[in-house]
T-cell receptor, first 114, second 113 residues
């Protein structure tokens, strides 16, 4: 059973455009939603994270939008740059629960064309 | 500051062979995790540890064993490797489950022939 569904699987955006990646979760016990960025040959690295007490969080060009009632959250990358080309993973965890790690989406391969 | 270091970076095994993957972290983190990453599957949790001397099963634990004899090290063992275990393995660590994020190593690419 896939608890975090991520779409699209791949995405091509022109330089300067907005990249949007969506995730939906099933487990209402999840209360921590991070996004990880992974470059080829490297491990994932935390990009930005949100908790369900806020509907939006912005850090530079990266914004998470969170809709608790719809059990959905999304990553927006404004003014997308070629250096943003990477694989992005959404994830969810029960921060107040056990130490059983993160449940990841299947990833989105993002390509920013110059 | 090295963060999370995984060794080896690459390995090719024959079916039935055994090996141990080593993860070392220098951040004094309590929690450590082993994930596997397969194309189109994202990352799946194999085993985790909430402290020295403790381990627990994750989502896909079959065929793997782990040990956390020292706080800074988390070992992942394959007793009898199978082709289905061909994957990229990532180790991660965090202060506690209540204080994400997790810090990842750069992975071990393992092929089982």
């Amino acid at each position: 059973q896939q608890q975090v569904k991520q779409s699209p699987q791949s995405l091509i955006v022109q330089k300067g455009g907005i990249s949007i990646i969506n995730c939906a979760y099933e487990n209402t016990a999840f209360d921590y939603f991070p996004w990880y960025q992974q470059f080829p040959g490297k491990g994932p690295a935390l990009l930005i994270a949100i908790r369900p007490d806020v509907s939006e969080k912005k850090e530079g060009r990266f914004t998470i939008s969170f809709n608790k009632s719809a059990k959905q959250f999304s990553l927006h990358i404004m003014d997308s740059q070629p250096g943003d080309s990477a694989t992005y993973f959404c994830a969810a965890a029960r921060e107040g629960g056990g130490a059983d790690g993160l449940t990841f989406g299947k990833g989105t391969h993002l390509i920013i064309q110059p | 500051n090295a963060g999370v270091t995984q060794t080896p970076k690459f390995r090719v095994l024959k079916t039935g062979q055994s090996m141990t993957l080593l993860c070392a972290q220098d951040m004094n983190h309590e929690y450590m995790y082993w994930y596997r990453q397969d194309p189109g599957m994202g990352l799946r949790l194999i085993h985790y540890s909430v402290g020295e001397g403790t381990t627990a099963k994750g989502e896909v634990p079959d065929g793997y064993n782990v040990s956390r004899l020292k706080k800074q090290n988390f070992l992942l063992g394959l007793e009898s490797a199978a082709p289905s275990q061909t994957s990229v393995y990532f180790c991660a660590s965090s202060w506690t489950a209540l204080n994400q994020p997790q810090h990842f190593g750069d992975g071990t690419r393992l092929s089982i022939l």
